[in-house]
Structure formats: structure tokens, C-alpha cells
């Protein structure tokens, strides 16, 4: 199987390099913004074609939140969420729940699939007492 950066142009490794550097997600503005002061001179657009791009190679997963911002994450970090609708707060799950399902071939239609996103909403507990 060939490295996963295989094929990569520089700049893509850049970007996948600093969402692996990263503790946790980061949203396309927020990237662009570390890269600059890195001194790499990268575009807000080129920023998000290249994310596109790392999604489209199976690399990189894209997560949108209520208010409709998204945040990207490496795919080899395996993170699930819980999300509160009101408030917005975010809760990693501590294991993939899914992780060992597999789908039929029936179920699949011949989709190789690269990877998965999951996500729960709903109200935390201090949005739920209020």
C-alpha cells in the first residue's frame, strides 16, 4: 500500500502536517491563520481547495457544527462528538462506537469507503436543566 502523502503536492503535505500537529480540530481560518505565522504564504481559497482535495483522498474529515462553521481533522484521528444544539458545546467520545461495523456488499453497492464521521445532537446537561 503506498504512504498515505503519496501524491501529495507540497503544500497539501503542509496543510496535513499542521492538522496532525494540531490537539484537535481546526476550523479552515484558523489553519490558514497557523500557516501564516509559519511563514508559509498560503491563500484563505487555496487553504480550503487543498482541504477539499485531502478529503477527497480520504486524508482528512470535515466536520460542521450547528452554526454552520466546519473544522477539520485528520482522518487518522478517529473522533466522534456529542454536540449541543443551544449552546454549541462539543464532547469528544472516548471510542468510536461504529468502529467495527462493517457493511454487506448488498448495503455498499460496490462504495469503497474511506471514512466515517459521527456525530450526536442534542442538549448538554446544563442547556437541558435550564
Do not use: W
Request: proline share 3%; aromatic share 6%.
Amino acid at each position: 500500500m503506498a504512504h498515505p502523502s503519496a501524491g501529495l503536492t507540497a503544500r497539501q503535505n503542509m496543510i496535513l502536517e499542521e492538522l496532525n500537529n494540531c490537539a484537535d480540530e481546526i476550523s479552515g481560518q484558523q489553519l490558514h491563520r497557523t500557516l501564516l505565522e509559519g511563514s508559509i504564504n498560503m491563500g484563505l481559497t487555496t487553504v480550503y481547495r487543498h482541504l477539499r482535495t485531502l478529503q477527497q483522498k480520504g486524508l482528512v474529515r470535515c466536520r460542521n457544527l450547528p452554526t454552520g462553521e466546519a473544522l477539520y481533522s485528520p482522518v487518522s484521528r478517529d473522533h466522534h462528538h456529542l454536540t449541543c444544539v443551544d449552546c454549541g458545546q462539543t464532547f469528544v467520545l472516548k471510542t468510536c462506537p461504529i468502529k467495527n461495523l462493517e457493511l454487506s456488499k448488498e448495503q455498499s453497492k460496490g462504495f469503497e469507503m474511506l471514512f466515517h464521521t459521527l456525530e450526536f445532537f442534542g442538549l448538554c446537561k446544563n442547556c437541558n436543566q435550564q
